[in-house]
């Protein structure tokens, strides 16, 4: 599926999504494609921003290159050490007074029990596991 820009003779902005190329000009030329603010059929593909890039330095492209798997896990951790409220092995019953209202919505972290978290489950109550983080040499 491709996501093209697309811009009506009045120059309404939207998107589009096509198997390919061919099939938007077939879907163009037919009348099928119309704009969804003004209801023209005379739509032309715009240049998007996601499909402009500019020239990566080297440094950005080595970065991307050399970040580990446990690497981005450490940085997860850290994001999460320093966003969320570590309410320890209170986690099930933190999460169950939030689903109920009766403390505020926040993000938190913590531990579980497997039945525990089938309790979470069973509720309704969205979650995720996160393993451990890594040692990494320093």
Request: glycine share 6%; net charge negative.
């Amino acid at each position: 599926m491709i996501i093209y820009d697309l811009r009506c003779e009045s120059k309404h902005e939207f998107e589009g999504w096509f198997k390919d190329m061919a099939s938007f000009e077939i879907q163009r030329k037919a009348g099928h494609i119309e704009c969804p603010v003004c209801g023209s059929a005379s739509v032309e593909i715009i240049p998007s921003s996601n499909r402009i890039k500019g020239r990566r330095t080297e440094s950005e492209t080595k970065a991307e290159e050399s970040l580990s798997a446990p690497m981005a896990l450490k940085m997860i951790h850290d994001f999460i050490d320093k966003h969320f409220d570590n309410v320890g092995d209170r986690f099930a019953e933190v999460a169950l007074k939030m689903h109920r209202g009766e403390e505020p919505k926040r993000n938190i972290k913590g531990y579980t029990t497997t039945e525990q978290q089938e309790l979470l489950e069973e509720k309704g109550i969205e979650f995720f596991r996160i393993p451990p983080p890594p040692k990494l040499d320093s």
